[in-house]
């Protein structure tokens, strides 16, 4: 898996790309909880390049939420993929993130 | 007595003593950089089973998390144990299109009932691994193995008989 | 001798006996619609292994080709005998990322210098499986096993050595 | 697999879908074969839909084309991606058949 990171002027965009399972999910922790210390106004999460996640992935996103909650920074998830997506809706995540479809909406949401 | 063994004929999933030698059957170090070969493998098969890609992608999703569960909890994340899986088609033991996969491990034993799905609509990061079993499949038993460690045994059928009830 | 001793010890692929317990070994019935089960697992975890895409899709298309032959040619197309294939990283024997597989079967033994590759260049339908495992690989061997039925052994490193020689 | 056939007034186009391996070639070789049948002018094979192919359902193209030839058809392939092009380089049959991008091209190459 790799994480690009990117700031613009309103959020902090996290972009991972591959499978987001057990052997790569604390990866993904790491980068989620640097960007959260910097207390960004918005952080979106760009899963446009995850074709699968397991429960390590979605526990990591759960995380970050509650970070996020407690220091008023807004997340954003965006790009989700069919198999992703079936996750959160199995887990009943879907309507407790704010999921939009891209990265321009996700900027709004 | 005959009861019994009327509903011992039609438990899902079988008895893995009753299903015979696996159609495939994978060996695979507790490592979770093997967790995507024991899925990938499961997803292409359970296609050419009969599932559709987002009913074979969810079994796929199943079997990692009951790989996972087994590398956490019955490993304690160690990586040179050795965990099982097996396959066999649903239909010459059901008469539907459909999968019975067994996941296997030398760990140490637990008692079956304690392993549970928890509330999920209290949202806290972890615990979703046997919700999302259980959710997916549309039979799974956790039982001790004989001597040791725990199996895993799960049923899907690719299409939801409209009657769910065939006898 | 010594010269012997040595060029054991940067046998490739390496003798299956040096390579240990493998850390995945899958065991599947001779039966075609198994096959993508196989080559999708070796695939995803090629790409783990460090392979780019299309070396981790050349890799199974190699291991597909292989299976296909112990099918066809070995079990004469019979689908109730076993094919086993073991997988280990090249990295702890050689340095190097990279696989090493093998396919055995329980089939009829043949001289392995029987089992080469054509010449493409006649175009005409069939004798590909082995020489694309050859194109594919970097070391190709078959062997007898013992007692019963015939070994492939395959390896392929990731990246190219700029230098082939590393003593 | 499925195998979708559709003739036009100039070509008969066979649309395979799936992976193309020794469990479904007899399959596609049955549809071309019966394709051939017909002494179509053009016969074009578009594998847009076909990520993956074997030596199997190589065979059955190399077959195809011996035919073509044969009946003076002209053979066509197109749609190819990735996987599927990498086999037939390694096989060097990249110069043997004609391969053209899309059912566009293929229509005239
Ligand atoms: N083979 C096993 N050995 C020991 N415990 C197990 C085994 N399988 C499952 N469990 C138990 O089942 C639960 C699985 O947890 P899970 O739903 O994946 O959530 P998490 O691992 O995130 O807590 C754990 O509480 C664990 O104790
Ligand atoms: N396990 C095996 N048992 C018997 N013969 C084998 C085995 N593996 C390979 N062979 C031989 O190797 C060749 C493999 O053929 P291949 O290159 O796939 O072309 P094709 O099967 O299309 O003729 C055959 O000629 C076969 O006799």
Same mark, same amino acid.
């Given at each position: 898996m790799q994480i690009e990171t990117e700031t613009t002027s309103d959020a902090t965009i996290i972009n991972p790309s591959g499978d987001v399972d057990l052997s790569v999910s604390r990866e993904l922790q790491a980068a989620v909880k640097k960007v959260m210390e910097e207390k960004p106004q918005r952080v979106i999460v760009n899963l446009a390049g995850v074709p699968y996640m397991d429960s390590s992935g979605v526990a990591t996103l759960v995380e970050a939420m509650q970070i996020a909650r407690k220091q008023?920074?807004?997340?954003?998830?965006?790009?989700?993929?069919?198999?992703?997506?079936?996750?959160?809706?199995?887990?009943?995540?879907?309507?407790?993130?704010?999921?939009?479809?891209?990265?321009?909406?996700?900027?709004?949401? | 007595m005959s009861e019994a063994a009327t509903s011992n004929t039609t438990e899902l999933p079988p008895p893995f003593e009753s299903l015979g030698q696996p159609e495939m059957r994978l060996e695979l170090l507790s490592q979770p950089r093997y967790l995507c070969g024991g899925r990938s493998m499961v997803e292409s098969v359970a296609l050419r089973l009969g599932f559709d890609e987002l009913n074979a992608g969810q079994i796929a999703l199943a079997v990692d998390e009951a790989l996972a569960i087994v590398i956490r909890h019955g490993y304690d994340k160690a990586t040179d144990r050795r965990i099982w899986m097996s396959l066999w088609p649903a239909e010459p033991t059901t008469g539907k299109e459909g999968i019975h996969i067994a996941i296997e491990d030398e760990a140490k034993q637990v008692d079956p009932a304690g392993i549970k799905s928890r509330d999920v609509s209290e949202v806290r990061p972890g615990g979703l691994g046997?919700?999302? *079993?259980?959710?997916?499949?549309?039979?799974?038993?956790?039982?001790?193995?004989? &001597? *040791?460690?725990?199996?895993?045994?799960?049923?899907?059928?690719?299409?939801?008989? &409209?009657?769910?009830?065939k006898h």
């Open positions: 008023e920074t807004r997340l954003v998830l965006c790009g989700m993929q069919d198999k992703v997506r079936s996750i959160f809706e199995i887990a009943r995540l879907d309507k407790v993130f704010t999921i939009v479809d891209d990265a321009g909406a996700a900027a709004s949401a | 046997v919700y999302l *079993i259980e959710q997916i499949m549309d039979a799974a038993r956790y039982e001790q193995r004989d &001597p *040791i460690g725990m199996r895993l045994m799960m049923t899907k059928f690719a299409k939801k008989n &409209p009657s769910n009830d």
